[in-house]
Nanobody
Framework: QVQLVESGGGLVQPGGSLRLSCAASGFRFSNYGMSWYRQAPGKERELVAHITNTGGNTKYTDSVKGRITISRDNAKNTVYLQIDSLKPEDTAVYYC???????WGQGTQVTVSS
């Protein structure tokens, strides 16, 4: 069955960096675009970034442009989210999402605090 398993979250000081990973299984990963979403406390889940199946095209929500990079390794069935210059407002649960399959991962918590 389709599984998406995120990892790499944690507690980070402002200005720090994290790389989140999402390991996919149960489907032909290289055929599908992938997305990262996040949900902050008391807020709706929002799209952060998307990458096409080959990795040739990416898009980002305006609030994170320049600080976040989405990438993928189709040989490892993994999609990544690099977050730099972390801010307290980046605190959220980050979710991996396969749009065409409408499948979510369980999420990984990112907390930015001094």
């Amino acid at each position: 069955q389709v599984q998406l398993v995120e990892s790499g979250g944690g507690l980070v000081q402002p200005g720090g960096s994290l790389r989140l990973s999402c390991a996919a299984s149960g489907f032909r990963f290289s055929n599908y675009g992938m997305s990262w979403y996040r949900q902050a406390p008391g807020k709706e889940r929002e799209l952060v970034a998307h990458i096409t199946n080959t990795g040739g095209n990416t898009k980002y929500t305006d609030s994170v442009k320049g600080r976040i990079t989405i990438s993928r390794d189709n040989a490892k069935n993994t999609v990544y989210l690099q977050i730099d210059s972390l801010k307290p407002e980046d605190t959220a649960v980050y979710y991996c999402y396969a749009p065409t399959l409408a499948r979510w991962g369980q999420g990984t918590q990112v907390t930015v605090s001094s």
